[in-house]
């Protein structure tokens, strides 16, 4: 099962299911979430990076995982229906 969203990173960044989901994503969103759960980033951090404010990079970190997890969890219920 996928942790994105957890305190201790993500697990399973390899798994098949967490690769389609990341390759759903625009570039942005897929670089916030690369920076702050792969790079362990801070939110800060991720900001300086993108050249963005702290609060446009939590915002961009709350799309990015909602559209992470609909896309994650839209291949799970496919897996099933196949």
């Known amino acids: 099962m996928c942790a994105l969203g957890g305190d201790d990173g993500v697990e399973g960044w390899g798994d098949e299911r967490v690769l389609g989901a990341l390759g759903s994503l625009s570039e942005r969103q897929r670089a916030v979430l690369v920076l702050r759960y792969m790079d362990e980033l801070s939110v800060s951090e991720v900001a300086g ?8 990079a ?7 995982r909602a559209s992470f997890r609909a896309a994650y ?4 219920e496919g897996d099933d229906v196949g």
């Open 49 to 56: 990076e993108l050249g963005v404010g702290y609060e446009t």
């Open 58 to 64: 939590e915002s961009l970190l709350s799309r990015a």
């Open 73 to 76: 969890y839209s291949q799970e």
